[in-house]
């Protein structure tokens, strides 16, 4: 499973937000996608009471 995410800076190497879908550059310019198995995705989610992502199979 893919997500939208952003990151902290260029290095992508942080996720600092999530996303239903890709968002205005202009406004968040690091963007991607990241798996629900990359080491960024599962840090990120981990940081969130379990039940959060449950229904995005996280």
């Known amino acids: 499973?893919?997500?939208f995410v952003a990151f902290e800076d260029s290095t992508e190497t942080v996720v600092i937000a999530s996303f239903g879908c890709?968002?205005?550059p202009a406004v968040w310019p690091y963007q991607g996608t990241v798996s629900n198995i990359d080491e960024r995705w599962t840090s990120y989610a981990s940081s969130f009471p379990k039940e959060t992502f449950d229904l995005v199979g996280a």
């Open 1 to 3: 499973m893919e997500f």
């Open 22 to 24: 890709a968002q205005d």
